[in-house]
């Protein structure tokens, strides 16, 4: 591996991995990142025409697909614009270079003379004759990159930093074919899966009488081990048979659950595998004042607006899935596993899906295609999960509790930090054959994945957890809870979501008992440039007033976080009104993401998060039964509604510089949930530390104070 | 099999299958619209939103016989991108969407509030919608392009 190169570019290291001139005036662009609703493609899209010197209506992009586009791992965690876009620019920057050095060198230019408009060689401005195309014949990609090519200054963009109208919305608006469920295949059978209750649950019996009088088309009846399935050509009647069939088959092995572990508290009674990372333990002076505050939340669904899909067909010995996965090669790796089948002889492509906001079905959805598939050769396999299939068995993100521990000093800021954080899982994405229920139901299946995460920076469930405050001493304490109710793993913003919750929340009561201005007081204890100039921004933007009385029924909150502590910097000010129940009437987010690819598209992942952010802190939480996920439908598990969305503004902060590209995906979100919850204690004069901010919430807090 | 006959974006179709068949299993099965879109087959999402005879309808929840004869309009009838409703285009214009996989039905809904009503507040629309589930939190944007597509068509209508 050359160290010199940026990890995307070091693993994917020859140039023609990711840009080629296949004809007259085209260029094929590929990246490893996959669209999941966030506009990634429009961006690289950008990234790419600038640093190549092309119209972007020249770029054809290549996306997530194992035969034909670089291993970029997984499209997650805010990484792809900050990596993933990084490590195309600079192979950009080196293939453009390489041109002009050729022209240089063959018709005898001197190369400081030359340069590139729209794919075609300039000398001094003047045409040379010559273009990508004519010389592509000439120049050898499939070569190394040195990693040393220069890229544009911001000062020289004309593309980056501009926003660009996004390359796939047009499909959506007119209603055509942009979506794996979409995708439609001679021969294709349509499948649905009877899902095994939990892991290690064996069928005892199938009353398939009962099951095949749902049917009025002929279905078939499908099973290896406890996986089971219904496929049929109409796919009307395979849902419908779906839908009772639960019903007809019992299951030995299936030990009830307790739906009290549905609030997170439960999580401090478990074993756990705990760590302690950062300062070493404090040594607090005896005159010291101590304080603590303790916050939680439930289990979140991703709730992706639609279940999930995959197609697959398995024909001549080789298996083509289509997938609206996030990694195209983890989930090829992961089904080799399953099927005991060559990697080589598995070609994996994506297919957008609905947004999915981190780890859903997606996986689990392509592994049940797949499965099928290799038993029908020949016959292109749908399956679309049920709505229900995707709430009750879609991973979900585990709950939290996180306990803010600090030591004041005499002025009442505090001199040692601890943020101890109980949580299951936030990442258990498909590796070797893991975690994907086809695996865990058909026979020998694969061991439990082994409760193993990260605690060190930038972390899962630790995520955030150490503020980016100037505290004399910080750490996390980290207990990870290895058995949890339900299986969990990544939702947009993983740990960051509470622990950004506790810390601002614990700042603003700080603030509070110090008698300062919750602005005033974080402004204090932070040095790094970039926070203060978002946080200024937002007080600003907000018309941000101190001293507001409190308990009125209305108020206003301020949070800060930088994602991961190495990502977007964002600064968020939220407005309530409570009455018995909580709403949100105004939010104003300040983010510098450093070089933003599109502002528009930069804007656009801010106020969703902001939504989300929105639904997550008021409405959102997973039930449980006896028998698992019990929230299966909108009703049981609602969502924010577009007559509950606030009025949003953003605003982008040092967007044209040369910092490096920030990831946005996933700022805004905990800031948001804070400054809703500092916002509620102004407007109650009480504070709620569990989420969600429901009125039952509300009202038990007005009742205690 | 028998057949039904209804009048899809214009156009008469006939479509043998059984009567109790979901209109959006039609849509998309039968006769290739699959711009109308599966999002929990429970009418709780409004993904499959179509209107029937002018009315917004969750199409997963209505049987193919009781909408025989009637007038049925998808997204793939509201417009193209040569010819585009105000609508689309001023979703377009406002980058409004981002997985996109809701604005099918979120179109037809408000395609169904302009119809009946040209001039809505930005309250009146998000009521409107209200049926409408968007994950991806583009209801700013949404709620922009519909109030801009208002104004087109008021524009348009005074020329």
Not at chain 1, 374 to 385: D, E, T
Not at chain 1, 531 to 540: K, L, P
């Given at each position: 591996m050359n160290t010199a190169l940026p990890p995307l570019l070091a693993d994917n290291p020859r140039l023609d991995q990711w840009v080629a001139f296949p004809e007259p005036g085209r260029v094929r662009v590929s990246t490893g990142r996959v669209e999941i609703g966030q506009g990634v493609l429009t961006a690289m899209q950008q990234i790419a025409a600038e640093e190549l010197d092309v119209s972007p209506e020249r770029i054809r992009l290549q996306t997530g697909d194992t035969d034909l586009t670089p291993n970029e791992g997984y499209t997650a965690g805010s990484q792809s614009i900050q990596f993933g876009g990084v490590a195309l620019r600079l192979a950009c920057a080196e293939v453009r270079g390489l041109f002009l050095d050729h022209?240089?060198?063959?018709?005898?230019?001197?190369?400081?003379?030359?340069?590139?408009?729209?794919?075609?060689?300039?000398?001094?401005?003047?045409?040379?004759?010559?273009?990508?195309?004519?010389?592509?014949?000439?120049?050898?990609?499939?070569?190394?990159?040195?990693?040393?090519?220069?890229?544009?200054?911001?000062?020289?963009?004309?593309?980056v930093g501009r926003s660009a109208k996004r390359v796939d919305l047009a499909a959506k608006v007119f209603g055509g074919p942009a979506f794996v469920h979409d995708m439609a295949m001679d021969g294709m059978v349509h499948a649905r899966i009877v899902r095994q209750p939990r892991r290690g649950a064996t069928i005892k019996a199938i009353d398939e009488a009962a099951i095949r009088r749902a049917a009025k088309a002929p279905i078939e009846l499908l099973r290896d081990g406890n996986f089971l399935a219904i496929l049929g050509m109409d796919e009307t009647t395979v849902e419908a048979v779906a839908a009772v069939a639960p019903g007809h088959v019992a299951w030995d092995g299936v030990d009830p659950i307790n739906p009290a572990q549905e609030e997170a508290r439960w999580l401090l009674q478990q074993p756990s595998l705990d760590r302690v990372v950062g300062a070493p333990p404090g040594d607090a002076a005896p005159a010291a004042r101590r304080c603590e505050a303790s916050y939680t939340r439930m289990h979140i669904a991703h709730a992706s607006v639609a279940p999930s899909c995959a197609m697959?067909?398995?024909?001549?010995?080789?298996?083509?899935?289509?997938?609206?996965?996030?990694?195209?090669?983890?989930?090829?790796?992961?089904?080799?596993?399953?099927?005991?089948?060559?990697?080589?002889?598995?070609?994996?492509?994506?297919?957008?899906?609905?947004?999915?906001?981190?780890?859903?079905?997606?996986?689990d959805a392509a592994a049940d295609?797949?499965?099928?598939?290799?038993?029908?050769?020949?016959?292109?396999?749908?399956?679309?999960?049920?709505?229900?299939?995707?709430?009750g068995f879609e991973p979900v993100s585990p709950a939290m509790v996180t306990t803010v521990h600090a030591t004041l000093d005499a002025a009442g800021r505090p001199a040692d930090w601890t943020t101890e954080i109980w949580s299951g899982r936030h990442s258990s994405r498909p590796g070797g054959g893991g975690n994907l229920l086809a695996a865990e139901a058909l026979p020998d299946p694969p061991p439990a994945p082994p409760p193993t995460e990260s605690s060190n920076a930038p972390g899962a469930g630790t995520r955030n957890g150490e503020p980016l405050y100037d505290f004399p001493a910080k750490r996390i304490h980290h207990h990870l809870i290895a058995e949890t109710p339900v299986r969990t793993s990544s939702l947009r913003g993983l740990g960051a979501?509470?622990?950004?919750?506790?810390?601002?929340?614990?700042?603003?009561?700080?603030?509070?008992?110090?008698?300062e201005d919750p602005v005033a007081y974080r402004l204090s204890v932070l040095a790094d440039k970039?926070?203060?100039?978002?946080?200024?921004?937002?007080?600003?933007?907000?018309g941000w007033r101190p001293g507001v009385p409190g308990g009125t029924g209305s108020g206003r909150g301020i949070a800060f976080a930088r994602y991961k502590n190495l990502?977007?910097?964002?600064?968020?000010?939220?407005?309530?009104?409570?009455?018995?129940?909580?709403?949100?009437?105004?939010?104003?987010?300040?983010?510098?993401?450093?070089?933003?690819?599109?502002?528009?598209?930069?804007?656009?992942?801010?106020?969703?998060?902001?939504?989300?952010?929105?639904?997550?802190?008021?409405?959102?939480?997973?039930?449980?039964?006896?028998?698992?996920?019990?929230?299966?439908?909108?009703?049981?598990?609602?969502?924010?509604?577009?007559?509950?969305?606030?009025?949003?503004?953003c605003e982008l902060v040092g967007a044209v510089s040369d910092n490096p590209p920030l990831g946005i995906g996933e700022a805004s979100g905990g800031p948001t949930v804070a400054a809703i919850g500092n916002a509620v204690a102004h407007a109650l004069g009480a504070r709620l530390r569990d989420l969600p901010l429901t009125r039952e919430r509300v009202m038990a807090a007005l009742l205690k104070a | 099999m028998p057949a039904t006959s209804l009048i899809v974006n214009g156009n008469p179709v006939s479509v043998a299958a059984d009567p109790d068949t979901p209109l959006l299993d039609v849509l998309r099965n039968h006769l290739g619209l699959v711009g109308t879109r599966f999002g929990c087959g429970a009418e709780q999402c409004g993904s499959c939103t179509v209107l029937v005879d002018g009315e917004p309808e969750k199409s997963c929840g209505k049987a193919l016989s009781s909408v025989a004869g009637k007038a049925v309009v998808t997204i793939e009838g509201m417009g193209t991108p040569d010819k585009p409703h105000p609508l689309q285009q001023a979703f377009l214009d406002e980058q409004a969407g981002q997985c996109g996989y809701c604005l099918s039905g979120i179109l037809i809904s408000a395609k169904a509030l302009l119809d009946r009503n040209p001039s809505p507040s930005r309250g009146q629309i998000a009521a409107a919608l209200d049926d409408n589930i968007c994950r991806c939190g583009s209801h700013p944007r949404i709620l922009r392009a519909i109030e801009r597509a208002a104004l087109l068509m008021r524009e348009g209508a005074a020329r």
């Open positions: 022209a240089a060198s063959a018709f005898g230019y001197a190369r400081a003379d030359l340069g590139m408009r729209d794919g075609a060689i300039i000398h001094r401005g003047a045409s040379t004759g010559h273009d990508y195309w004519s010389l592509a014949s000439a120049i050898d990609l499939a070569r190394h990159a040195s990693g040393r090519a220069p890229i544009k200054p911001a000062s020289e963009h004309q593309i697959a067909l398995y024909r001549d010995g080789h298996l083509e899935v289509w997938s609206h996965t996030q990694g195209v090669y983890p989930l090829k790796a992961a089904l080799a596993r399953t099927l005991k089948l060559d990697p080589a002889a598995i070609s994996v492509r994506h297919v957008q899906g609905p947004g999915c906001y981190g780890h859903n079905g997606a996986d295609a797949a499965v099928l598939a290799v038993r029908k050769p020949g016959i292109p396999v749908r399956v679309r999960w049920r709505r229900e299939e995707e709430f979501t509470l622990n950004v919750f506790a810390i601002e929340s614990f700042m603003d009561e700080l603030a509070l008992e110090a008698g970039r926070a203060r100039a978002v946080v200024e921004r937002v007080a600003r933007m907000s990502a977007a910097y964002a600064a968020v000010v939220a407005e309530v009104e409570v009455e018995e129940s909580v709403r949100v009437t105004r939010v104003w987010c300040a983010s510098d993401a450093g070089l933003v690819i599109s502002p528009d598209g930069a804007i656009n992942q801010l106020e969703g998060g902001i939504v989300q952010a929105v639904s997550w802190a008021l409405k959102e939480g997973v039930r449980l039964d006896t028998a698992g996920i019990s929230s299966r439908d909108w009703e049981s598990y609602p969502v924010i509604k577009f007559s509950e969305v606030p009025e949003i503004a | -």
